[in-house]
């Protein structure tokens, strides 16, 4: 009997395939799954047909449900933007020993500006409001 290289696996002792494992393109996932959707189809026939293993078609099937085998969906890795870090325009002036007492009690947050004014902050203050609060004290 002569075996192909094209058909020949590696495999373990175990029997396990070794080696690189088989890139599918999102339209041949697709493409096998809609085969699976045929009346009267069997996900194991059409795993056995496509040499794959039924449990990575069961897979496939869960992403197609899912809405990512859709080729116009968004790429799996979005890109990533640059950011730049810079130094903060408000540097707040080192804690005092009063300020850290109320913090730790109560969720209180004393904020001491670089310019000499003071901000109180109770927990679940709203952030912009905060933000413009800072923007006008810096300024005077």
């Known amino acids: 009997m002569d075996v192909s290289a094209?058909?020949?696996?590696?495999?373990?002792?175990?029997?396990?395939?070794?080696?690189?494992?088989?890139?599918?393109?999102?339209?041949?996932?697709?493409?096998?799954?809609?085969?699976?959707?045929?009346?009267?189809?069997?996900?194991?026939?059409?795993?056995?047909?496509h040499n794959l293993n039924p449990n990575q078609v069961f897979a496939w099937r869960q992403l197609y449900r899912r809405g990512l085998l859709d080729p116009k969906a968004p790429q799996?890795?979005?890109?990533?933007?640059p950011v730049k870090i810079s130094t903060p325009t408000v540097v707040p002036r080192q804690a005092t020993e009063r300020s850290l007492r109320r913090q730790s009690s109560g969720g209180?947050?004393?904020?001491?500006?670089?310019?000499?004014?003071?901000?109180?902050?109770?927990?679940?203050v709203d952030a912009q409001l905060l933000q413009r609060v800072i923007a006008v004290l810096v300024r005077q």
């Open 108 to 124: 209180l947050i004393e904020i001491e500006l670089a310019n000499g004014h003071r901000i109180h902050v109770q927990a679940g």
């Open 6 to 49: 094209e058909t020949a696996v590696a495999t373990d002792a175990l029997g396990r395939r070794t080696g690189p494992r088989r890139q599918h393109t999102l339209e041949e996932k697709l493409r096998i799954v809609q085969e699976t959707h045929v009346r009267g189809a069997s996900v194991a026939t059409v795993a056995q047909r």
């Open 76 to 81: 799996e890795n979005p890109r990533l933007l």
